[in-house]
């Protein structure tokens, strides 16, 4: 612990009380948030289980206006909202507003993709009983929801990517009840919003298994969720140890079950020598600026930097330097991250070979995270596996390097990434195209000239990668593909139509898009 910051809560209650806490005064407030019991986990299951078949054969239409009801309630809550998510997360109102306007925006995208119907992957290929050698048999496809889903919230987004964030909106969308596990870093947020969907379900005449939330603070609550049989999906957003111990849980049940999770993400940068040469400064100005924003508490954070050696390089170190030790600590969302920030700094300050280029203001309040800038030779990162661990937090490592080709190298020896960040020149493309094979294998999303936080929500975003970003490289949390994850094909093969879905009946009575024998 630094001596700057003050005990970073107070009075803390026993584990079986949960309370909700600002972390910018360390004092606990509101009301008590009992840990559910074993009856009301079993109660949520239940009723997720039992509303899974009416609900995913729920017409497009009642899906889609849901949907939009969820966001409509979600409004209404109005300013007690905002109010209840900066005291328990200790962001600021216009960050909350814009999350909110994110949060509601995403249920808007998804209520479209629901209407518009091309998530069912609508597919016919017609009999043909006068094929030789062998006739074909009439085969129709379309995916249906995987089942109830459990899905965790993310304590850094306590909006967007938590009660009716990413998971949630895209597992209603693909017909998915959802088991909602609150995180306890905004109990009083979660419950609000939590309410705002129950009452959308209820107002669309859906069962109200659809929709429950489980605030909780013990590992016991998740590991129940992710154990129990009904659960036949989850949805993560937090700690690679938590990540990776909901992925161990999935896969030894005896029936294992996907599991959607996002955990960390380094999220390099490369500075072209071109570009470096033009504007190295601002750079180094706007570099800080996303290092710093939200007290650096993204996944998609720049957490490091890669340059190569020479004066504009240290053109750049010096303009980020001077940009951190100008800026304002930020209030951080827990006294557990907080407290994991302080360790992650110290460590890498301690690291052989690692400079502190700078360290932010020095905060007067709780749980303040000082932002640090480290700078070190590519061979000690090379020798160093330490020195490329997501450190949670306004933190970052710059990496001087002697040549292309060794920047290269290090770039083969990095985990998995949700983003790839590229400033260059248009004499810089020769460069930046030799290492696009190696950021494409690493990378969920790669960018040029401009910074990864701030995910847009729309059709063609990804915001996922390789492991350790995510346990499935193979789909993303944001966006309307998002949708595919929580989705499974079904054939049917010679149905009459009077028993085929909606969506594969001969007169196509949704207007769906199909495609015919592989057509659309
Ligand atoms: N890369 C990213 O997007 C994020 C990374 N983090 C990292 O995670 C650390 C802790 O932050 P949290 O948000 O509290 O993440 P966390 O992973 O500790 O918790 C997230 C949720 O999962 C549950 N959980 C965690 N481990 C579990 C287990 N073994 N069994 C069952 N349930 C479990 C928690 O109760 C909570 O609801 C941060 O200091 C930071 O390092 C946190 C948020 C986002
Ligand atoms: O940068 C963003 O907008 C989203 C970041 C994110 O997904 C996260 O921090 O969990």
């Known amino acids: 612990m630094r001596g700057h910051s003050r005990p970073t809560e107070r009075e803390r209650p026993p584990m079986t009380e949960l309370r909700s806490l600002n972390p910018a005064t360390g004092e606990h407030f509101g009301e008590v948030f009992p840990e559910p019991t074993a009856e009301q986990i079993e109660a949520a299951l239940a009723a997720a289980n039992a509303a899974f078949d009416v609900y995913r054969e729920t017409d497009l239409e009642t899906r889609a206006a849901f949907l939009e009801g969820v966001a409509a309630e979600i409004e209404a809550i109005g300013d007690a909202l905002i109010e209840r998510a900066m005291a328990e997360t200790g962001l600021p109102r216009p960050r909350l507003e814009g999350e909110r306007g994110r949060t509601t925006g995403q249920l808007r995208l998804f209520a479209k993709t629901v209407r518009q119907g091309d998530f069912l992957g609508a597919r016919i290929d017609p009999a043909q009983p006068e094929r030789k050698p062998l006739p074909r048999a009439d085969l129709r496809q379309r995916f249906i929801g995987l089942g109830p889903v459990a899905v965790f919230g993310a304590s850094n987004f306590p909006l967007a990517f938590s009660t009716a964030g990413g998971d949630t ?27 705002a969907i129950s009452k959308a379900v209820e107002k669309a005449g859906l069962p109200a ?8 603070q013990t590992h016991e609550l998740g590991g129940a969720l992710v ?43 490369i500075l ?3 570009a470096l040469a033009a504007r190295a400064q601002a750079l180094g100005a706007a570099f800080v ?4 924003m939200g007290s650096g508490q993204f996944c998609t954070n720049p957490g490091l930097i890669f340059a190569l050696a020479g004066p504009d390089f240290d053109a750049f170190v010096a303009s980020a330097a001077a940009a951190l030790s100008a800026a304002h600590p930020q209030v951080m969302l827990t006294p557990g991250i907080f407290g994991a920030y302080e360790q992650g700094v110290e460590k890498l300050g301690s690291r052989p070979g690692v400079t502190v280029a700078a360290r ?9 995270g000082q932002g640090a800038l480290f700078v070190v030779e590519a061979e000690t990162f090379a020798a160093d596996p330490a020195l490329s661990h997501e450190v949670f937090g306004s933190s970052s490592v710059i990496v001087r390097c002697p040549d292309i080709a060794t920047l290269a190298g290090l770039l083969e020896g990095l985990e998995g990434q949700l983003t790839a960040t590229l400033h260059l020149d248009a004499e810089d493309a020769e460069q930046a195209r030799g290492l696009l094979p190696i950021l494409e294998r690493k990378a969920g999303r790669i960018l040029a000239n ?9 059709p063609a975003m990804v915001h996922g ?7 499935d490289g193979r789909s993303t949390s944001v966006g309307t593909r998002a949708v595919e994850r929580f989705l499974r094909p079904v054939c049917y093969q010679d149905l009459p139509d009077v028993l085929l879905p909606a969506a594969l009946k001969e007169a196509n009575p949704l207007g769906v898009k199909r495609a015919i024998d592989g057509v659309l």
Not at 209 to 216: D, E, K
Not at 465 to 471: D, V
């Open 209 to 216: 298994g659809v929709f429950s939330l489980l605030t909780g």
């Open 169 to 195: 909106a895209a597992a209603l969308a693909a017909g998915c009840p959802v088991v909602f596990k609150g995180h306890p870093a905004h109990p009083g947020t979660a419950a609000l919003v939590g309410a």
């Open 450 to 458: 401009g910074w990864p936080t701030g995910v847009e929500v729309a």
């Open 289 to 292: 600026g996303s290092l710093t």
């Open 272 to 274: 072209f020598p071109h």
């Open 227 to 269: 154990r129990d049989s009904r659960i036949k999906a989850v949805g993560f957003t937090g700690s690679r140890a938590g990540g990776v111990a909901l992925m161990k849980i999935a896969n030894e049940r005896p029936e294992p079950i996907p599991v959607y999770a996002e955990m960390s993400s380094v999220n390099p940068v």
């Open 465 to 471: 990668g390789p492991f350790p970003a995510t346990s």
């Open 360 to 368: 932010g203001l020095v905060g007067e309040g709780c749980n303040q």
